[in-house]
């Protein structure tokens, strides 16, 4: 267990070929070289060739440290955010710390911002909600970003050290299960996007609260059996938190089981029957609000753009959805003739989807997987029911989606925390109401 904050990388640019930006005051490259102002980056043959404004060649080798000199920041233009979600757009970020240049694969280059945990931190809980959120909300949310990243940290570095792989799928003819997490990065620790958590530097605004609820909570970890908790969060869990096993690895986490997002403790989900009469309905929960001024006031900009989180439908023309399919999973079914759920986790969403066609059908889970064939971006969760309308010779002609919940559903609902903060709840209220059975600990 770790006793001083640690050094992180953050990937923030992966996917371009070139990385372009300004140095706002001096950094120090490699043989004491100092640069400022606009440079861009592009990788030739492996190596990172990094030139200045006047598009003068300062330096090329394979990997590039910036180090950043008395305070100096940087800022990189298009990043891209919400990658892969119907929100995904490019924006200028500016970040502190030093930048790290890396010749990726398929000739890309690679963007790393190196910084100190804690202020990390503070861009972590402002980019995942908004810096004017209440204060309990930001001190409950720096506790989980910060469990969960040193959580994954010290699992790599035990998988690095037992020299072991760690299987994230089971594909057969008939059958496609996937899960997705951190390790798919190997060029850093973290990447600044949801597939981990959002990370845009000092782009967005730094209040005083964000800046205290880390600094009220430095060193505070989420514990369970004297380890740091693998503390996962997403958007609103539709009234039912989900188990672990039901979204990733099959092995149970204890304190990341399905709890009631409410006062009142709600049924599990047990049957497809019980699945329709939950995701029809709209029950009590913390995360139930229309709320819009508490909205504005809790969501980041990007995410105010979705206001039927709780409830939501998607309707598909069955040619429209059979064609997402086949872009999607890149398997022709044909003509689309059914969506079944095949298995449901404990909140309602499906783990295990048949998807029956005229040329092939398949089940696929787990639960992004569906999320990602369903949808051109990510359907809002996998808690959904499906109603088929049919021709004279039973063809489908539609499939409308009724969902309850906005992401993968295990861990902390930020939604759910921002309403019990509203309330009056505090820090340690908010994340032993989710994580259950864990305790708060200093540790540096």
């Known amino acids: 267990m770790i006793d001083r904050e640690p050094i992180i990388r953050v990937g923030i640019m992966e996917r371009e070929p070139e990385v372009r930006g300004v140095f706002q005051g001096q950094f120090e490259l490699p043989s004491t070289v100092r640069l400022t102002g606009p440079f861009h980056a592009r990788n030739e043959m492996g190596r990172v060739v990094l030139h200045d404004d006047e598009g003068i060649e300062v330096i090329r080798k394979p990997e590039i440290l910036c180090r950043a000199i008395s305070g100096s ?21 500016t970040f502190e710390g030093n930048l790290r240049l890396v010749a990726g694969e398929d000739g890309m280059s690679v963007a790393i911002n190196e910084i100190g945990l804690e202020q990390y931190l503070k861009s972590v809980i ?15 949310h720096a506790i989980t970003s910060r469990s969960w990243l040193v959580a994954m940290l010290e699992r790599q570095n035990r998988v690095n050290d037992a020299r072991l792989t760690t299987p994230r799928s089971r594909e057969s003819e008939s059958e496609i299960v996937r899960w997705y997490d951190r390790e798919d990065h190997s060029l850093f620790d973290v990447c600044a996007d949801d597939h981990c958590q959002r990370y845009q530097g000092v782009t967005k605004v730094l ?5 205290d609820a880390v600094e009220e909570t430095r060193g505070v ?30 092995a149970p986490v204890p304190y990341l089981t399905s709890v009631s997002d409410s006062a009142a403790e709600y049924p599990r989900i047990v049957s497809e ?15 139930n609000t229309t709320d819009a001024g508490l909205l504005r006031q809790i969501l980041p900009s990007s995410d105010q753009e979705t206001t039927d989180f709780f409830r939501w439908k998607v309707e598909y023309k069955r040619e429209e959805l059979e064609q997402i399919l086949r872009l999607a999973s890149g398997i022709d079914f044909g003509v689309l003739t059914d969506l079944i759920p095949v298995r449901r986790g404990a909140s309602g969403r499906i783990i ?35 109603e088929t309308a049919r021709d004279g010779k039973g063809i489908p002609l539609h499939f409308t989606l009724f969902g309850a919940g906005w992401g993968h559903g295990v861990g902390l609902c930020q939604i759910g925390a921002a309403v019990m903060a509203q309330r009056g709840k505090k820090a340690v209220e908010i994340v032993t109401q989710y994580f259950r059975g864990s305790e708060l600990r200093k540790l540096y």
């Open 126 to 140: 402002s980019s995942e909600m908004s810096a004017a959120a209440p204060g309990e909300l930001l001190k409950a």
């Open 207 to 211: 209040t005083k609260a964000a800046a």
């Open 273 to 287: 029957a019980d699945a329709r009469a939950w995701i029809m309905s709209s029950p009590e929960a913390y995360c």
């Open 221 to 250: 970890f989420l514990i369970h059996n004297d380890g740091v908790c693998d503390a996962r969060f997403f958007k609103a869990c539709g009234g039912l938190t989900e188990n672990f096993e039901s979204v990733w690895e099959d």
């Open 73 to 93: 920041m940087f800022t990189l233009r298009d990043v891209t955010i919400g990658i892969r979600f119907h929100w995904e757009r490019k924006e200028d970020q």
């Open 352 to 386: 295990k989807l048949k998807v029956v066609g005229s040329k092939k059908t398949l089940v696929v889970g787990k639960e992004l997987e569906i999320r990602r064939w369903l949808s051109q971006s990510h359907l809002y969760s996998s808690a959904f029911v499906v």
